[in-house]
């Protein structure tokens, strides 16, 4: 396939989505594929890395070169796909409970190495898989079947934490704003490093609180204003704001540099002979 | 006289007792005399007693034994922790000048040479080079040509200038002439030398090097004794065959990491031990029912928990026969040595890619800590091969494809290995998953497609048995009744065991296991034995076991788990107790 005629559907899989009707999940995909298309990538060059839960089912509805791993670990796997072969395009994509509690080590040091990927993360602020627990981002007073008076914990607040471990490029979407959640999945796949954005994803069957009306009410986007993602203060303003929440691009260092090229990790792997290198002898001569 | 030495340097932990140690035993290898070491050491990075041991002669030597000759004894505490391997014909060089040795009197008939390192040291240009005095000292007292340990010295200490290593031998020196003048010494050591050329390694250094060998590209790992050492070997030297070593934040991390890069096609890799195996078991699952190939090598320690991270066991056998959850096919390899990481490293790779599974490499502390001397030969890379296995391009992949093109990676075959595809591949585009999945590797609960993908992953294990040769290596004689088994770094104490066993009229034959899943049958061996043997570094004899329940046989057991490697002279008398024989000379006291 080349990129020239690629569409988005072509990154659809025959397989119906057995999400729950309204789910957030439908329209967050829509636009990891968009941007996968308008990128001009093909599904034979993009590697798509799932976690485990309703989000980590996207593996399995979109066609690409996929794995859909153990909850919690699909950011090494996705470092392990691009550091082997730097030509694939790597999308990794996972729960809140997924990224941020059984994942959240995972995700502090993806941030802090930048291999060049994108890492969605559908945030639902609630367990669907496992039906309803609470998340670490959901509020302190959400009522669960494991929290039924609340859950006592501050939520984590994905974003600040990127920033403390210096992410390049942090961004926050909606998914039912289809095309603004493009927008901005695009962009993170244009980030040269690791592109973070966190999606607004509602569960409409555990989730009664953060709902598609809750954020389509209170949702500020930095579009809108004359906010520079380049300013680190500013974002950090932005990030730490305890009264609003944000969508849009929030931060981008554009010099910054991927771990991946750092590391001269430049060369498919793939690609190795069929008997050691001629210098092979040079390894035992060492040891004279 | 003694063609078979045994010398030690010891002291506290911080002292460079390893340099010392490494720095004489690539002399003695570059001096063309084999070469065994091994190490004493605690888990601490300074204080705490430390000692490097070198075993040397002109014949190859493959294990430690009992007997110490020459002690390089930098506190007196080194002297106390060898006691029962000193005799009376050994020689301590010790420096009578340090406070913690003033009163320092050598035991028995021992002779104590007393040589004053750090002030000798001082006049070559600094105290720091104590330890070389005590080199070019032991140089005199063995016979050996103090000109080796000056090659030596120059590769130790060549990057840091040329006046550093002018003064390192001339500290040597200084410690030579003093013991020719101060000594009228005739010693029963005469370390001859030869024209052999030796390479001298240890068996993580073995493993990585095999790793590259077979053209693995991606290693990431966390630090952990004994594991750590392949790290750093690959660490620097992949690179120049267009590697990559990444430090994980952890071994969760470690091995999806692994994984990921694998599945992107790269021969990858990760290394680890015991505590980290635990950590890695729920990915070893998916990557065995994704089919993904992947080389795991274990370095053992002692266990269970943190155990003991700086000694020898062969403790973890259960858990790579049967960690995850779930059943899973895999292969497990245990190298019996040195060179065998190398060997059986190059192996795994083949195997994962043949049979698209995880491959488990067992090696243990004991072979990581020892370096030993081979030729150079014996890692000839031209012996080794590629082969990956049942990979698809453009023009192969249609056999693979579904009525509506879709690539199968998970197809049914009958020796249960399906095509691979990697990334890039056009029209190849697919899924894997941990979850039970179709032929297209997608989500199922069908209960016959279930089946069919258990049957299916569990026939490569039948295809392996099939077309591997499995068989143990024999040695010892092979029309003895008595039948000792054994797997991974017991060999070398078995092969020497069998000459002392020679001598008091004893003889065994051995079987050395490498494939320990899929392992052979030696049901007909055991039938054919009178007696049989298990050896292994462990408590409760989890490989005899297994092949109890191989063999629906009992097996007599062998086990040694405190902490340190059989040696042979050890081993020797063990196995003629569990054979019934008892010594003359023990009857009579
Ligand atoms: C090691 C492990 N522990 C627990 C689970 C069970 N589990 C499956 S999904 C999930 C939570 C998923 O939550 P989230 O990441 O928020 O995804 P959502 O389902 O809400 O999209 C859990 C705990 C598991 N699969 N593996
Ligand atoms: S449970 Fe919630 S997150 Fe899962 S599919 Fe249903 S709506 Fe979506």
């Known amino acids: ?288 | 006289m003694t063609e078979d030495l045994n010398w030690a340097v010891g002291g506290e932990a911080g002292d460079g007792i390893d340099s010392t140690g490494k720095i004489f035993a690539q002399a003695l290898s570059r001096a063309g005399r084999h070469v065994f070491t091994s190490k004493d050491f605690a888990s601490r990075i300074r204080g705490g007693y430390t000692a490097y041991k070198v075993r040397t002669s002109v014949d190859r030597v493959e294990s430690v034994v009992d007997r110490l000759d020459i002690l390089i004894a930098l506190t007196e505490r080194t002297v106390e922790e060898n006691m029962d391997e000193l005799h009376d014909d050994s020689i301590i060089i010790f420096d009578g000048e340090r406070s913690m040795m003033s009163d320092f009197e050598a035991p028995g008939e021992m002779f104590g040479l007393d040589v004053p390192l750090k002030r000798l040291a001082e006049d070559a240009g600094g105290a720091i080079m104590r330890n070389i005095v005590a080199l070019g000292a032991a140089c005199e007292v063995s016979e050996f040509p103090i000109e080796n340990l000056d090659e030596s010295l120059e590769k130790r200490f060549g990057n840091k200038g040329e006046s550093i290593v002018a003064n390192n031998k001339e500290a040597a020196r200084l410690g030579q002439e003093y013991v020719q003048e101060e000594y009228d010494l005739s010693t029963p050591y005469e370390l001859e030398t030869t024209d052999n050329d030796y390479v001298l390694l240890n068996g993580d250094e073995a493993i990585g090097m095999g790793a590259i060998a077979a053209g693995c590209r991606f290693y990431a790992g966390y630090p952990i004794t004994p594991a750590t050492d392949v790290m750093t070997y690959l660490k620097g030297r992949i690179e120049r065959f267009g590697g990559n070593v990444v430090q994980a934040e952890d071994e969760l991390s470690a091995i999806n990491m692994a994984l990921g890069a694998a599945r992107a096609g790269a021969r990858s890799m990760t290394a680890t031990s015991g505590p980290g195996i635990d950590l890695m078991a729920e990915t070893f699952g998916l990557i065995a029912t994704s089919e993904t190939p992947l080389v795991i090598a274990d370095v053992m320690r002692s266990g269970p928990s943190t155990g003991m991270p700086t000694k020898q066991e062969q403790g973890d056998l259960n858990m790579a026969l049967y960690g995850g959850h779930g059943e899973i096919p895999r292969f497990v390899l245990a190298p019996s040595s040195v060179s065998e990481c190398f060997w059986k490293t190059v192996e795994a790779f083949n195997l994962a890619e043949q049979y698209q599974t995880p491959v488990y490499v067992l090696s243990d502390l004991a072979m990581a800590v020892t370096e030993q001397t081979f030729p150079p030969e014996v890692f000839d890379m031209d012996d080794v091969e590629i082969d990956r296995g049942k990979v698809v391009d453009e023009d192969s992949i249609e056999e693979w494809q579904d009525e509506s093109g879709h690539f199968k990676p998970h197809a049914i075959t009958d020796d249960g290995v399906s095509p691979r595809a990697f990334p890039g591949t056009e029209e190849g585009a697919h899924m894997s998953t941990g979850l039970e999945h179709d032929e297209l590797g997608r989500r199922t609960e069908s209960t016959d497609m279930r089946i069919e993908q258990v049957d299916k992953r569990n026939r490569k294990v039948e295809t392996a048995r099939e077309q591997e040769d499995l068989s143990p290596r024999e040695f010892g004689n092979e029309d003895s009744d008595n039948l000792v088994v054994s797997w991974g770094s017991n060999e070398g104490a078995l092969r020497e065991a069998i000459d002392l066993l020679e001598e008091d009229d004893v003889d065994i034959r051995v079987l050395s296991v490498p494939y320990l899943f899929p392992r052979p049958d030696l049901t007909e061996e055991f039938e054919r034995a009178e007696d049989v043997v298990v050896v292994e570094c462990n408590a409760t004899g989890q490989f005899a076991d297994v092949l109890e329940h191989d063999t629906l046989q009992r097996v007599q057991r062998v086990n040694k788990y405190n902490g340190v490697r059989f040696k042979a002279d050890e081993l020797a008398g063990e196995l003629k107790e569990a054979l019934g024989i008892v010594d003359e000379a023990e009857v009579q006291a």
């Not at chain 1, 934490?161 to 244009?190: C, N, P, T, W």
């Not at chain 1, 953060?210 to 004359?226: A, I, M, P």
Request: proline share 5%; aromatic share 10%.
């Open chain 1, 1 to 288: 396939m080349s990129s020239d005629n690629v569409r988005f559907v072509d990154f659809k899989s025959d397989k119906q989505p057995t999400w729950c009707p309204g789910c957030g999940d439908f329209g967050t995909m829509n636009g990891m594929m968009k941007a996968l298309a308008q990128t001009g990538n093909t599904p034979d060059d993009t590697f798509v890395v799932a976690g485990i839960g309703c989000s980590g089912k996207i593996g399995t509805y979109m066609h690409s070169y996929a794995l859909h791993g153990v909850h919690g670990r699909a950011l090494p796997v996705g470092t392990g796909v691009k550091m082997a072969n730097p030509d694939l395009e790597v999308m990794v994509a996972g729960g809140d409970g997924d990224g941020y509690s059984i994942g959240a080590g995972h995700f502090v040091h993806a941030v802090r190495r930048n291999v060049d990927m994108t890492y969605v993360v559908m945030d639902n602020r609630i367990y669907g898989l496992t039906k309803g627990q609470f998340s670490p981002t959901s509020r302190e007073d959400f009522e669960t079947s494991t929290s039924p008076d609340g859950t006592h914990q501050q939520p984590i607040n994905p974003l600040a934490l990127a920033m403390a471990a210096g992410g390049s490029f942090i961004a926050q979407s909606f998914s039912s704003d289809a095309q603004r959640h493009a927008e901005i999945v695009q962009k993170a796949v244009e980030h040269d490093g690791f592109g973070f954005v966190n999606v607004f994803s509602p569960c409409v069957t555990f989730n009664d609180v953060d709902t598609y009306d809750y954020f389509r009410d209170s949702l500020v986007d930095v579009g809108d204003s004359d906010h520079d993602p380049t300013d680190y203060d500013a974002a950090k303003e932005k990030i730490l704001d305890r009264e609003t929440e944000y969508q849009g691009v929030l931060y981008q260092d554009e010099s910054s540099t991927p771990y991946n090229e750092l590391e001269g990790a430049t060369e498919n792997m793939a690609d190795i002979e069929e008997s050691p290198p001629e210098e092979a002898m040079d390894l035992v001569r060492e040891f004279y």
